[in-house]
């Protein structure tokens, strides 16, 4: 059946083009008014313009219906997934460098800022161990 679809829509694609580029344009009309041969043409008169209008409505009713039935026999394939067999990632303690995650520093109040802190000087230098004497 998809086959068969497929078959129609390219069939019908194919003469509503030549369908559309059969038809007269709108500066035509003005040959006709004239005499220019209204009467003498296979549709009479005036009846080329409703019939190709027609047969271009029917052709797009029936591409339309196809082009529809093609994306719902499209659509309802399986629902399945190529990740369905697939395990979640299993989360990890640590980042890749082994480093434990640090928290952020929390914000200074307002108005404060926050000094670093200054280690403290030595008291003063150590005195040189006098030498062993034998």
Known sequence: MNFLLIFLH??????????VLLQ?????????SF??????SVFG????SSFMSKLTTYAAVIFM??????A????????????SGAKAPKAKAAP???????????????GKTAVPA??????????PAAPAQK
């Open 10 to 19: 390219i069939i019908v694609c194919f003469a509503l083009i030549i369908i």
């Open 24 to 32: 007269s344009g709108k500066g035509a009309e003005m040959g006709a």
């Open 35 to 40: 005499g220019a041969s209204g009467s003498q």
């Open 45 to 48: 008169a005036g009846g080329g």
């Open 65 to 70: 219906l196809t082009s529809l039935s093609l």
């Open 72 to 83: 719902f026999i499209s659509g309802k394939g399986g629902g399945g997934s190529i990740m």
């Open 96 to 110: 890749m460098g082994g480093m434990p995650l640090q928290q952020p520093a929390a914000p200074a109040a307002p």
């Open 118 to 127: 200054v280690p403290a000087a030595p008291a003063a230098p150590a005195a």
